[in-house]
């Protein structure tokens, strides 16, 4: 792994959570409530809040870009979401959940010298993400810019947030893995239990075949777990994504980035420290080692 590889790895271990939290925050809940979605699960928001950049998205779209979740999953919520509100409405929904989190969890920072300037670093980081390819990172960027430098800074953690995952989904897909093989093969390297995983929407029946499939190619053995073939598998889907997401952080520059970590660093304390986020997700972020070759 090169040192540009290893800092796109730390910056989205570090970054992850002040975007994800639109997700979790309840004040998020409480605007999606506003708007008319159903909050007895997280997802009708969740499937809402992420697509609405890409326009009243279809469920082919939908599936395609987010790829892990099961088609019958998405059509539950897709396009039935764009009758609750519009995308319109959505993305303004969104920026006042964002807005009314991040004020509610660190005021004092609101509105403070550290966080514009961290608007301003990672801003110039999104600016430098290749969105070729990259359609939710594009999206995503194609968006109207506040004013207010702690939704910019919340935007543009999610166009980097987004480059990466596109990316990441290229990876998986140069690896030879449809979507239910990326779940399984995942969790057969312990980086998040199968149970994380119910809610994508993938019936034990498609679970099982998609175990049998990669126990084909010699990637799982007979009780599921990853095999030293598997595990090489998965290690090279990081690196490639890492390889991927590089781009904006080698751009921007190791210094810098380091100073945005820095500078983000109490409103991810804030974040972590109101216990929103679960405490093993299926992104595996807890178990993936950064390190150098």
């Known amino acids: 792994m090169t040192r540009h590889q290893a800092l796109a790895r730390r910056m989205w271990h570090h970054l992850e959570g002040l975007h994800a939290c639109l997700y979790f925050a309840p004040q998020a809940f409480e605007e999606a409530a506003a708007l008319g979605y159903d909050n007895s699960s997280r997802w009708p928001s969740y499937f809402a809040w992420r697509a609405a950049p890409l326009g009243a ?118 690896a030879g893995l449809d979507p239910c093989e990326s779940l399984v093969s995942f969790a057969a390297v312990d980086a998040a239990p199968e149970e994380n995983f119910a809610a994508r929407g993938w019936s034990p029946e498609q679970w099982a075949a998609a175990r049998e499939r990669l126990a084909e190619r010699g990637w799982v053995d007979g009780a599921g777990k990853a095999t030293e073939r598997g595990r090489q598998g998965r290690d090279d889907i990081e690196r490639r994504t890492d390889l991927l997401a590089a781009g904006p952080w080698r751009a921007l520059g190791e210094e810098r980035a380091e100073r945005l970590a820095a500078l983000t660093l109490p409103l991810l304390a804030a974040v972590f420290g109101s216990g929103m986020l679960p405490a093993r997700s299926t992104l595996g972020i807890g178990t993936v080692q950064v390190t150098y070759d």
């Open 57 to 174: 998205a279809g469920p082919e779209l939908v599936t395609a870009t987010f790829h892990s979740f099961s088609p019958r999953t998405v059509a539950e919520h897709v396009p039935g979401v764009w009758s609750v509100a519009t995308p319109e409405e959505v993305l303004a929904a969104r920026l006042r959940a964002v807005d009314r989190t991040y004020r509610a969890l660190a005021p004092e920072v609101i509105g403070g010298r550290e966080i514009a300037e961290a608007a301003a670093l990672a801003t110039e980081a999104a600016g430098y993400a290749d969105a070729a390819g990259r359609p939710l990172a594009a999206a995503n960027r194609d968006l109207p810019w506040s004013d207010e430098p702690h939704l910019a800074l919340w935007q543009a953690l999610t166009v980097l947030r987004e480059h990466r995952g596109d990316g990441h989904l290229a990876a998986v897909l140069a």
